[in-house]
Every structure is written in C-alpha cells, then in structure tokens.
C-alpha cells in the first residue's frame, strides 16, 4: 500500500520561488514537517529488522525495493518513550545528509497528515524550549491558521547521530577496574 | 564532430595506457634480459604505435616524446647503443614524464574522460579510485542475452500455465508450473554465473605493474632483486584485485626493505647476492591463494619480542614462534626500529591485514630466520554473494558464512546453565565454549525449549553460537549496510531472505570477539586470542 511517490530531485529549487512545500506528519502528539523535495516515499510499516549495537533511536532495517535502508525513530532521538506501533504507523523515507552524501533513511512516525506549503515569512525561529525535539534539530516554526507544525531538520536529527565505535557495552564484572573509554 | 573527437580521445587514452604499461614492463624485463630482441622489438612497437595514435589525435608534444624513446630504442636494436641499466633508467625517466604529459594533455582536453586509467591521480598504475570500467568479451554478452531471453520466455510459459482455464485439474497444472519454475530457476543461476565470470580478471596484469615498482624501490635500497610470478592465469574478482593492490603493494615494500638483505650481507651468508621475491597466485575450491616469498632474513621473532614487551604485552617472552608472528599484524605494531622512506611509518602489516578482514580473506605468515618468508593471503572468490548458513534467533534470521560453520548439533537442554548467555558444552570430549546470540544481541524473550548449536571455525579457535533454530544453507547475495552502522564490527553485511526481509549477515570472528570482550574477568578488547591464520 504505497500512497505516495516522490520522483523530483531536491535540486529543482527555484531561487524566485519563497514558498516551499511540506509534507507533515504526527510524532508523540506533535506534528511535524519535513521538506517535500527531500521525501523519496511513504510506506506501511513492515517487519524491520533489529540490528545490535545501533544507535539506541536506530529501531534496525528494512528491505526498501531490494536496497536495506535504516529506520529512525525519532521519538527516541527526541528522549521520549519509543514509537509504538498502531494502524496509522508508516515510514517515511527521506534522503539524509550522513557525511555529506545523501542517503535513504526510514522515519517512524505516528501517522502522516498532509503536505502544506509555507512562505519564509510564516515561519518563526524554533523557540529555545517547550518542544519535545531540542531547538538544535528544528529550521523553524511553520504557522498556518492558528496552528504550528515544527520544521524538523532531519540531517541534524539523523545525520549527527553518534556511531557505534565497540559494540560491547562496559563489562559489568570490571574487578580489575580498567577504564576504557567508550562511550556506550 | 565533436562526438567523433571524443571516441578517439577515449580510445586512445584507453590504448596509451596499454602500450605505457608494455614499455615500461617491457624494459624493466629488459634489464634483466639485454639481449632479448624480441623484448626489445616489442617495446619498440609499443612505442611506435603510441607515437602514431599521438599524432592523429593532434597531440603533437607527446608524440615528439615518444619518438626519442622509440629513437633510443631504436639504436638498441641496431645495437648502436648497448642495452645498459643506465640506458633503461633513462628510458624509463623519460617513459614517467611522457605518462605525467599525457595526464596533463587529456585533462586540458574539454570532454570526459572519466574512465580511462591515464587520468587516475598521480601514482599511475596503483590509482585506487579511478572511475571502474572493465572490459568484456562479446561472446559473454552475447551469452548472458540468450539467457535472460530464456528466463523471459520461461516466465511468459510460467503465466500461461497459472493464468490457463482448469482443463487438466489443478494439480497437474501445478506440477507443470513449478516444473517451468524450476526450469526458470536453473536458467537463472547459469546467468548469475556468467555475470559472475564477467567480473574475474587475471591477476597476471596486475602482477607485472610490481615489476617496475620492486625494481625501482630495490634501486633505492641499494639491493638486488628479481621477482617471479606465477599463476599470471589465475582469475579474481574485480572488486577484490582492486583491493589487494596496495596490500600487495605494502607486502612488497616490507619484502624489499626489511627482508631481502644487501647483496653484501647477503654473500656473506652465504646466498646469491641477488634475492629472489616470488609472487604467486593459485585457486584453491571457493578461494584464491596470493602469495609472496622471499629468500631474506625473515622476521625477527627476537625484535617482534621485545617490541612486544614495550608496548606493555608481559606475556611476549613466554609466545612461540607463530604467536609472535601473528602479532605483527595487530594495530600498530611495527618492527621498524627507524622510520625508513618506505615502510616501518607505524603502519605495517597491520594495515595489511585490515584490508583482509574487509574483504572476509584471510593473512598468514610464516618466517625462518635466515632463510626468508612468506606471507600467505586467502581471498574469497567473490564479493558479492556468500554461501551461507541461515539460522533463526528470537524471530530475527541471520546469516553464518557456511565456511566457518563446521556443523549444527541440537544443545542438550541440561548444558544450558549460564544467564549471561556463555556456557561450555561438552563436544566429543572436548570443551567447547558457546555464546547466545539472544543474549549477545540483547534480543530478549525466553529461549525455546530446544536450542541448537552452530560449531564455528575461525582459524584456530572453535567455538559455539547457540541459536533457537538453523533454517538451512542458501546463497546469500550481500547487500550494503547504511555507513551508520560500519562501526558494528559483528555484522559484516546484510541479505534480503526469501520472504523479503532482511537478514544480517555475522563476521563469526567478531561475534567470538564480543562474547570473549564480555566475558567477566576479559583483559579487554586487546586480547590476543584474536587469531589471524
């Protein structure tokens, strides 16, 4: 049940062009919006697959039309209980800046809303609290009529995500009591 | 016109760096052997056809080059001039600025060129990350056509059967469509095969460009060498030749700067003053074996000893030959006792190793004082499927290399004892210590009541992975996981099963690895249990 396909590369953006399109989604109660140009599809929620030692928000892979793809849940990023999954549950997947090279990643999100567009002029600077992801991984606030839909900068959300560098968590019997430092 | 231009260009960038390669090859064999005259005619040639395509594509200053080699060459064989080592090194100076002119000259040319080895960076020959093009036969192309024609018209008879009117009872209908399936099926599997045999290339060029390399680098060193090839036929994977280049590469340098001794020391020892470095190549069922001996002085276990002990390692005087042996390809160890120009920076046959372990091969040494060594690489045969062993945890699937896993025992539910997930099992006499993939993983629930054991195999250590269930052996075409996950050392790769999900696919070294760093009371990740071999 794919509902949505995105074939525009992100490079067709026209300098004259102020309003850009968003297509918004709901996570833990909030909604939120991503650039459109940077949403490759939307997806039902399938198996995924766990992969050990991942970053804790990394909830493992999918099979993404023959291509393995991670996925993301944000509400972990964003240090609230994890996603869980109901009908509504779908992945969308977005090119992500990982190491300046584009690449596909899954987000888990609560359900899909609509796709909006916005002038530069109705967003606002993220406020500096009060939202659960930090002002640090938001571009903005998007006003339309009496709402706000939070403009998630997904290569600071995803593509800063600290790498697994061991594996191996701390052994808990450490009688020798040799520090290693890894950050686990 | 301007496409005309480029196609000329193209092939004759493709065609300089051929014949660059015979000249240069060509006189460093020369060397050895002066009065060959079928050599010297054949660089010759090689010259005088570069000349000729400079010069119908316009590029006139290279082929004014190309006619003062050919000029030289010339008098060689008309023996005005004798065929000297001084000669050739003069050759082969020029031969450098004539590659380095040709690089500049393309690159001012105003169309793409990507593709075409003579615009790789600097370092010519061993340029890593030029663009990859291969070439293949026709007939092979040909070949892969009329099979996937083939498969395409299996198929069409595939959906005829399924679509047809019940005529014959759904059985037969049935028979005759997974028939035509497996027929499609087999199809398939001769044209993956082709497709796989398009990949291999022979070591045999590859190997020659060290050629050069070693005679120049033993110039410097001030010592004799001579090295051999055998196995030029040997065919590898192009990915995989790509990648031992510069391990090679290394092996070589290390070969030439503290292995083969000065034509001096080496009299004194009694030896031919000109050492011999042999590199070969054979096949060997699902691997290819790479090695690279020489007649020197071997490693010195003493030195790798003592180095050992510097770098805090208490336990070194009391490790045998081959254990010190292996310690000289953990991170950072190096025996060079000064930075030399070519190897000894610190990195050493570490780095060797490394790139080993990234292409699932692996490295060995062995080593007689005196007398030389020989550093063994073991490749698999390609890099893009895995025969492997698939087995179910806690509702995941994973992926055993069949090639570490031994066998597949059912675990006597009495042996299950430990909560970390470690336990030792009593194996034909033998204790076998076994890790819990559900525990390692931290994949969680209860295990069933029936476990089963895979017995793994990685060099010298044998180990168990208890999983809930093995699902069968299967070719696993690797596919790539996303760079956030490249740190994860105990899952090498990924594959999608038949029922469309994705598998990971386990490096069982490093899984053994992680169930050793957490065992209680591990001396940590630096342990040396860590076997090479």
Do not use: W
Not at chain 2, 26 to 33: D, Q, S
Not at chain 2, 178 to 186: I, K, P, Q
Not at chain 2, 256 to 284: C, F, M, N, Q, Y
Request: charged letters at 25%; hydrophobic letters at 45%; one cysteine or more.
């Amino acid at each position: 049940m794919m509902h949505f396909e995105n074939d525009e590369r992100a490079t067709s953006a026209d300098a004259e062009v102020a309003r850009r399109q968003y297509l918004t989604f709901f996570l833990g109660g909030e909604e939120y919006g991503v650039p459109i140009l940077r949403v490759r599809q939307i997806i039902e929620l399938g198996a995924i697959t766990r992969v050990p030692a991942a970053p804790a928000c990394v909830r493992g892979v999918i099979n993404l039309r023959g291509g393995v793809v991670p996925v993301a849940d944000l509400a972990i990023r964003f240090g609230q209980p994890e996603c869980v999954p109901t009908r509504f549950t779908c992945i969308v997947v977005v090119d992500v800046a990982l190491d300046d090279e584009l690449t596909l990643m899954g987000l888990m999100v609560d359900s899909v809303n609509q796709t909006m567009e916005l002038a530069d002029g109705d967003i606002e600077p993220p406020p500096s609290f009060g939202t659960q992801a930090g002002p640090e991984l938001l571009l903005g606030m998007g006003k339309y009529g009496a709402k706000f839909v939070l403009l998630l900068d997904i290569d600071q959300a995803l593509g800063s995500l600290e790498r697994p560098a061991d594996p191996a968590p701390e052994p808990v019997a450490a009688s020798a009591g040799e520090p290693r430092g890894a950050d686990a | 016109m301007e496409i005309d231009r480029t196609l000329l260009l193209q092939t004759f960038a493709a065609e300089a760096d051929e014949q660059l390669q015979v000249m240069e090859q060509g006189l460093v064999a020369l060397e050895l052997r002066p009065a060959d005259a079928e050599l010297l005619a054949a660089v010759f040639r090689a010259a005088h056809t570069f000349k000729g395509n400079a010069a119908v594509v316009g590029l006139e200053a290279l082929a004014l080059r190309a006619h003062v080699i050919e000029d030289a060459l010339d008098s060689m064989r008309t023996h005005a001039a004798p065929v000297s080592s001084g000669a050739v090194s003069e050759l082969l100076t020029t031969l450098d600025t004539l590659r380095s002119e040709l690089r500049q000259s393309l690159a001012r040319e105003p169309v793409d060129l990507a593709g075409t080895s003579a615009l790789g960076p600097d370092d010519g020959a061993f340029a890593a990350n030029r663009h990859r093009t291969l070439r293949i036969d026709a007939a092979k192309l040909d070949r892969m056509l009329s099979l996937s024609g083939e498969i395409s018209i299996a198929r069409g008879r595939l959906r005829a059967q399924l679509a047809a009117e019940d005529a014959h009872g759904a059985e037969l209908r049935l028979a005759a469509a997974l028939e035509t399936h497996l027929e499609a099926d087999r199809l398939h599997r001769e044209l993956q095969e082709e497709i796989m045999q398009a990949r291999m290339v022979p070591v045999g060029p590859m190997f020659r460009q060290y050629q050069r390399v070693v005679r120049d680098l033993a110039l410097s060193l001030g010592k004799r060498v001579a090295l051999s090839i055998t196995g030029e036929d040997v065919e590898l994977d192009t990915t995989v030749s790509d990648h031992v280049r510069d391990p090679i590469m290394h092996m070589l340098r290390n070969a030439l700067d503290h292995g083969i001794e000065t034509p001096e020391r080496r009299s004194a020892a009694g030896k031919d003053p000109v050492g011999r470095l042999t590199l070969g190549a054979r096949r060997e069922a699902n691997s290819i074996f790479i090695e690279l001996s020489d007649d020197g002085a071997g490693f010195d276990t003493q030195r790798i000893a003592q180095r050992a002990r510097q770098l805090g390692d208490e336990r070194a005087s009391e490790l045998g030959e081959e254990e010190l042996l292996r310690l000289v390809m953990e991170p950072g160890f190096s025996t060079a006792d000064g930075v030399s120009e070519l190897s000894g920076r610190g990195v050493g046959m570490d780095v060797v190793r490394r790139n080993i372990d990234a292409l699932r091969g692996t490295v060995s040494i062995a080593s007689r004082r005196g007398q030389g060594s020989t550093i063994g690489l073991r490749l698999p045969l390609t890099l893009a499927i895995i025969d492997g062993f698939f087995v179910e945890v806690a509702g995941e699937t994973y992926v055993l290399p069949l090639e570490s896993v031994t066998e597949c025992i059912e675990l006597p539910s009495d042996q299950r004892t430990h909560a970390d997930g470690c336990g030792v099992h009593d194996f034909r006499g033998q204790a076998l210590p076994y890790v819990r993939l559900r525990e390692l993983f931290g994949l969680g629930g209860a295990p069933p009541r029936r476990e089963h054991l895979a017995i793994v195999r990685h060099g010298e250590r044998q180990a168990g992975i208890a999983i809930d269930a093995p699902l069968g052996q299967d070719q696993a075409v690797i596919k790539p996981l996303s760079k956030l996950f490249h740190g994860i050392a105990a899952v090498a790769g990924s594959t999608i099963t038949g029922s469309g999900h994705v598998a990971l696919i386990l490096d069982v070294a490093a899984v053994l690895d992680l169930a050793v760093a957490r065992a209680p009371g591990s001396r940590g990740v630096t342990d040396s249990s860590r076997e090479v071999a």
